[in-house]
């Protein structure tokens, strides 16, 4: 195989492994998740995060970046509703930045760690935890910047502490879960996930 094809071999293949595993992170973000007892809202999802965070960690974060943003693409599609509830382009904007846009592309930053530290597992878990907090502070601000201004909560908190609660009360568990998950999905797929599996590009 010459180099051109094997190039061609290996990028139809990171598309076409990106574009199922951006499938499977809809399917456990929109179908496979509970809502949490404790929490004021949101849902827990069983890890949906962990195959954007594949994508990272096997092609890159460049390809981490776009196949995440095509994810946040898709997911404001689905809750597009969300952002008409601005009352102006402003927040309008705000929304789709800060709740889809901003928030879900971050987990393609998930293997910054990889490299720097010298156990890969840790530095998964670390770029899981990375990516959830990125995630957070993009719903917390927009939570307290711009929801609190269109729905006041009902509990008498500021609108700081509300958003704190509310977003922390499913985003925590949800990267608690997606660190188990993916620690132990590392351990035997080890070498899938460091994509030893395919040619250095």
Known sequence: MTTANRRTDMTTRMLVESAVLIGIATVLNEFIAFKAPWAFGGSVTLGSMLPLVLISWRWGTRQGLFSAFVFALLQMMIGFSNVTYGQNITQMVGIALLDYVLA??????????????????????????????????????????????????????????????????????????????????????????????????
């Open 104 to 201: 879900y592309t971050s987990y393609g930053l998930a293997r910054v760690f990889r490299g720097k530290i010298k156990n890969d597992a840790v530095a998964l878990g670390a770029g899981i935890v990375l990516v959830g907090a990125l995630r957070f502070v993009c719903h917390f601000l927009s939570g307290w910047m711009i929801w609190d201004a269109l729905w006041p909560n009902e509990h008498g908190l500021s609108g700081a502490v509300y958003s704190l609660i509310y977003n922390g009360g499913y985003i925590v568990p949800d990267v608690f879960i997606a660190v188990v998950a993916g620690l132990l999905l590392f351990v035997p797929m080890r070498r899938y996930w460091l994509g030893e599996d395919v040619a250095r590009r």
